[in-house]
């Protein structure tokens, strides 16, 4: 069975940086075609593709939030790291990792989600 | 970059079939992918590759793609459908993942 679960802080001040850690069992992150991705939903809009990482630590980011983010993987820990600089009261949102299958670019399955809240 | 157009709301009366398009252009030359989302709830996946289920998802939940526009089609809608769906691809021009805004389904 495949699980992924994040944490980290729910709650940020404005200009802070976000650590957000997505644990993952049931696949490994050395098998060839597999990646990780992070999606946000802001409360009550859609979903927002944020970047991912690659078995091979090749990384993708979203062009509008390339600047501010980083994606990183512990592979004996099975972890990846998302972590988002100046933290804005507009990057309030459900922080979700999932499984990407590279074959078909399909996300599957998620993580929980995390609400992160980011006021002063 | 690529975008993705999805009514805000279907309504549907149980026992009748649902239909939520994704438009996008040229999207019939894409693999679309289709996650239900309840509230409160991690999205999950119910149609992958345009029309293919995961294992478990019932074979109520189908999938088709042509033209600009995909079309998630629910039949025998069910209480238990009533939710958010967004449809995702990935845009090989721009190496980039999309999702669509969503839409919300509701059975009357």
């Known amino acids: 069975q495949i699980t992924l679960k994040e944490s980290g802080p729910t709650v940020l001040k404005p200009t802070q940086t976000l650590t957000m850690t997505c644990t993952f069992s049931?696949?490994?992150?050395?098998?060839?075609?597999?990646?990780v991705g992070w999606i946000r939903q802001p409360p009550g809009k859609a979903l927002e593709w944020l970047g991912l990482i690659y078995w091979n630590d090749d990384k993708r980011y979203s062009p509008s939030l390339k600047s501010r983010l980083s994606i990183t993987k512990d592979t004996s820990k099975n972890q990846v790291v998302l972590t988002m600089t100046g933290m804005d009261p507009v990057d309030t949102a459900t922080y979700f990792c999932?499984?990407?299958?590279?074959?078909?670019?399909?996300?599957?399955?998620w993580g929980q989600g995390t609400l992160v809240t980011v006021s002063s | 970059s690529y975008v993705l157009t999805q009514p805000p709301s279907v309504s549907v009366a149980p026992g009748q079939t649902a239909r939520i398009s994704c438009g996008g252009k040229?999207?019939?030359?894409?693999?679309v992918h289709w996650y239900k989302q309840k509230p409160g709830q991690a999205p999950v996946l119910v149609v992958y590759d345009d029309s293919d289920r995961p294992s478990g998802i019932p074979e109520r939940f189908s999938g088709s793609n042509s033209g600009n526009t995909a079309t998630l089609t629910i039949s025998r809608v069910e209480a238990g459908d009533e939710a958010d769906y967004h449809c995702q691809l990935w845009d090989a021009t721009t190496d980039l993942w999309v999702f669509g805004g969503g839409t919300k389904l509701t059975v009357l």
């Open positions: 049931g696949f490994s992150l050395t098998t060839g075609g597999v990646g």
């Open positions: 040229n999207i019939q030359n894409r693999n």
């Open positions: 999932a499984r990407l299958h590279v074959l078909s670019n399909r996300f599957d399955p």
